[in-house]
């Protein structure tokens, strides 16, 4: 869906933001991009749908160099909520921001407005339509910059940090959402500082440190990979530090463990085996 | 006296239809480390407003009740003269850089409050080596990604010297090395006096630095306490806050019969609590 | 946009770069006085070639020649419309005098505008006695001036990101492309101000009345001799021509 080759950039020609990237994301995937503070992540992510162009190196997507695609093209397959949401917002009702793009890509305004309404409410926006983006707080804001292009329904989505000021039932929400548009063929792309948010619902993750990445697979065998994890800065979750430290005392605890059921599961077996 | 008293505070903001918050009674004493946390919209961002006079002389609104600083009270005094007591760190980063590069950033809080040139050269020093931030001295603020406008935010803000620290969300951009970095600065600060207000939705992360958990829904404060004793309770769920994973385990144990002798907040601290109970 | 580059700071380790604010400002001042006492193509040529070398000097020829060749078309066009509806004998020569005395205004300007750094500039105000408030103001402008820029880039990525067509049709689509960008332009620079008014006020901002400096700007030796040099200059220039008058060589000019 998405080939990435080899791609450099550098801001105003002097800040090195990428050396050398490459990175191939199949229709239908989930993927997890991390890493550590100025990795390069959002620079990476704006290449997706050509807010930035390589200045080495080519994006290809459906195996068509985007280099003679414009954004608003591109736009039409490749949907991108920004890490700031104030980067994004800029109308004066939550309603018309989502409107918006759905109206650029051609639904009529009944359609829309019945798309727009759909997504707030899965999104637990119900009773903001009217409400200026401006006065509502940060997680709200967020959600709304998220509406406004998941409403789009784009071929493949790409997410810088969508889960900034969320609670975890938000974040369930949006994780339902996310999987029942990957369900239906949607490719998910989210850059994310939420290890957990990671471990649940992305089955790939791409680690990023320096500009480049740094590994790249399977998203349990990366982060029980120690190496990559110093790389870029990265924090095992919770249950696998449990269950590494349980280890060094009972050999038969596996080392594959990172959810919160698996966890209890072998703690029963452990206290139930006196 | 405590540091910062709400009494009975309520606020709406202009042209919202309902209250932001509701005869709020809080009392945060001198040296305490506060954490703030509750579902999205629930107030949080207003209440640590009006520690600094935000609410009502920023945002303005319907305000009942008081809030006193430092035996101040937040209506008769401006957002400037607060800020010299409670510095506040803001949800989003990248509004909140002034000036054009981080150098002046960290200048412009002393400066305001005529500290010495010398003596902001020294914090100025003292902050980039304790934030990392000797690279980025010369970028202007739209130059840095959103993790490194963070650090700056904060380190502004700290180079104030501050007696409260408000901070809303200071490590919602940071890559999991770095928020543990700034929270373990956060912590030590406080370890040395300074009374610390945190916004935070992810309580793995500094559960276990806190004295204190206020859980706040719909502009109320529902729940108030030693961490080990919010976080057990089912009012998390109910709400919807999410809690350590550590602490999930513990739960779900508990409702399987099983009974740890202590409430784990960490990874570590639930193995060794295991590690405990099945030696015994 | 580009012609404005000339005037918008650009970080570089020149000498000129280095030199105080205010002997800067000594220069712009009297080089621009000096250009508007002359109207023959000569002199103004003659200045315009003195200021070549400072904007060497401060590493931003480039700069400058980009920003000249942005603007290439409006001077033809004055020099064109002036040929054509001005009344004085030699209406050729006159609108190519006022031209290069455009060029050399503009860089008088732009080599302050240039090398000066808007927190410099505040810091000059201040010391020159003139309220911090308003200094202060003064370089919240202009540091908004490429923050508007960089605004009204960051909405236009928004809106190509959901699917509008900017950069596609003629001049005349493209131009009205531009008009859902102006009303959130404003929304969001008003909005935008606020919440860094937000921020100023929170990091104690106007709270004391003795605000300390950071950085006090020093006179130096170089900055007496670039303020003397102007002014000797331009007085001399006074005086010269009061007295003497142009030469005849000077004089020349196209005859048509
Ligand atoms: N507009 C810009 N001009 C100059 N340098 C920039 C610009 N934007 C980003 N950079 C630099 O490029 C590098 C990569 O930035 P990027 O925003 O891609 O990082 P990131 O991985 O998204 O980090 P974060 O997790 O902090 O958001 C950083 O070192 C940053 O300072
Ligand atoms: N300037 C404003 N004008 C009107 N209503 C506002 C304004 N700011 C916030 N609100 C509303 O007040 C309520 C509380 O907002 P607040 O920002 O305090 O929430 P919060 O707990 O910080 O949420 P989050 O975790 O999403 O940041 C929200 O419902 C929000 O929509
Ligand atoms: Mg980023
Ligand atoms: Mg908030």
Redesign the interface.
């Known amino acids: 869906m998405i080939k990435i080759e080899d791609i450099h950039f550098k801001y105003e020609g002097v800040y090195t933001a990428l050396r050398g990237v490459s990175i191939q994301i199949d229709q239908g995937e989930r993927v997890a991009i991390v890493g550590t503070n100025g990795a390069g992540k959002t620079t990476l992510v704006k290449h997706m749908n050509g807010l930035l162009r390589p200045q080495r190196g080519h994006v290809f997507l459906k195996d068509r160099d985007t280099k003679h695609m414009s954004v608003a093209e591109i736009a039409r397959t490749v949907g991108l909520v920004f890490q700031s949401p104030d980067h994004q917002l800029f109308l004066d009702s939550v309603e018309k921001e989502v409107v918006f793009g759905l109206r650029n890509l051609g639904y009529s305004a009944k359609e829309a407005e019945e798309r727009c309404h759909n997504t707030l409410s899965r999104l637990g926006l119900e009773g903001f339509a009217d409400r200026s983006p401006f006065t509502l707080s940060g997680g709200e804001r967020k959600r709304v910059a998220l509406a406004s292009v998941l409403a789009t329904e784009p071929k493949v989505l790409a997410l810088d940090e969508p889960t900034i000021g969320q609670d975890a039932k938000q974040k369930k929400l949006l994780a339902e959402l996310l999987s029942e548009m990957n369900d239906a063929g949607c490719t998910v792309v989210v850059v994310t500082h939420d290890i957990e948010f990671v471990v649940e619902f992305f089955p790939r993750t791409v680690a990023m440190s320096g500009g480049l990445i740094v590994g790249d697979g399977k998203t349990e065998s990366l982060l029980s990979n120690e190496a990559i994890i110093d790389l870029s800065s990265l924090s095992a979750p919770q249950t696998t530090l449990a269950a590494s430290a349980l280890r060094k005392k009972f050999p038969e605890v596996s080392n594959r463990i990172t959810s919160v059921s698996d966890l209890e599961e072998i703690i029963v077996r452990l206290v139930g085996g006196l | 006296m405590p540091l910062i008293e709400f009494a009975d505070f309520s606020f709406k ?1 202009v ?2 239809d309902s209250l932001a918050l509701k005869r709020i009674n809080l009392t945060i004493n001198e040296g305490e480390y506060v954490v703030i946390t ?4 629930c107030g949080k ?1 207003t209440l640590c407003r009006a520690i ?1 006079g ?1 609410v009502p002389h ?1 945002h303005r609104g319907y305000i009942g009740g008081n809030v006193i600083i430092d035996g101040i009270n937040t209506r008769t005094s ?4 607060l ?2 007591i409670a ?2 760190v ?3 980063p ?8 981080v ?2 950033e960290l ?11 010398a003596e ?2 020294n914090r ?1 020093n003292e902050i980039v080596e304790l934030l990392f931030l000797e690279n980025l001295l ?1 970028k202007h603020p ?7 406008q963070q ?1 700056v935010a904060l380190a ?2 700290l180079a ?1 010297k501050p007696q409260i620290l408000v901070a ?2 200071p490590t ?9 970095h700034i929270l373990e600065i956060i912590s030590s600060l406080n370890k040395r006096g300074m009374t610390v207000v945190l916004i935070e ?2 309580l ?1 992360l500094v559960a276990q630095d806190a004295t204190r958990i206020v859980l706040m829904n719909a502009g109320r404060i529902v729940a108030d306490g030693k961490p080990r004793e919010i976080l057990v309770d089912d009012i998390c769920q109910e ?4 809690i ?3 602490t ?2 513990y739960k ?2 508990k409702k ?1 019969g ?1 009974q740890l002798p202590s409430v784990p907040l ?3 601290e ?3 609590i ?2 405990e ?3 015994k | 946009m580009s012609f404005l580059e000339v005037f918008q700071y650009t970080k570089q380790d020149s000498v000129i770069h280095q030199l105080d604010p205010r002997s800067k400002m000594v220069l712009a001042i009297t080089s621009a006085a000096i250009s508007l006492m002359f109207l023959n193509i000569v002199p103004l040529l003659i200045i315009l070639l003195c200021q070549i070398p400072i904007l060497f000097l401060a590493k931003s020829v480039r700069r400058w020649l980009r920003s000249m060749k942005g603007l290439s078309f409006l001077l033809i066009f004055i020099i064109v419309f002036n040929t054509l509806l001005s009344t004085v004998a030699n209406p050729f020569s006159y609108s190519v005098a006022l031209t290069i005395r455009l060029i050399a205004l503009m860089t008088s300007f732009s080599i302050f505008f240039l090398t000066v750094h808007p927190d410099e500039l505040s810091q000059a105000m201040i010391q020159m006695r003139i309220r911090f408030e308003f200094a202060f103001a003064m370089s919240m402008a202009m540091r908004y001036v490429p923050t508007l820029a960089h605004e009204a880039y960051s909405i236009m990525d928004a809106q190509k990101a959901r699917g509008v067509e900017l950069d596609k049709g003629n001049l005349l689509k493209r131009i009205r492309n531009m008009i859902p960008i102006i009303v959130p332009l404003i929304i969001v620079s008003i909005r935008r101000a606020l919440s860094v008014a937000e921020s100023m006020e929170s990091r104690a901002f106007g709270v004391s009345q003795n605000r300390t400096y950071l950085k006090r700007l020093e006179f130096q030796r170089r900055d007496w001799i670039v303020a003397f040099f102007s002014i000797a200059v331009l007085l001399y220039l006074i005086y010269f021509l009061s007295f003497f008058g142009l030469p005849d060589w000077m004089l020349w000019g196209f005859s048509f």
């Open positions: 903001y042209g919202a509750g579902p999205s919209g961002t600094n935000l920023f401006s957002v400037a003269n800020s010299s510095g506040m803001f949800q989003n990248s509004n909140q850089l002034v000036t054009l590069n150098e002046r200048a412009f809080g002393p400066e305001n409050l005529g500290v010495d040139p902001i050269t100025i010369e739209h130059e840095m990604s959103g993790g490194e650090r502004a803000t104030m809303d969300e919602s951009n940071l890559d999991p090395k770095n928020a543990e939705h992810r793995d709400i919807g806050v999410g350590p994973k550590a999930q385990v779900g144990l399987r099983i960490s990874g570590e639930l193995a060794y295991v590690q109970a099945v030696l």
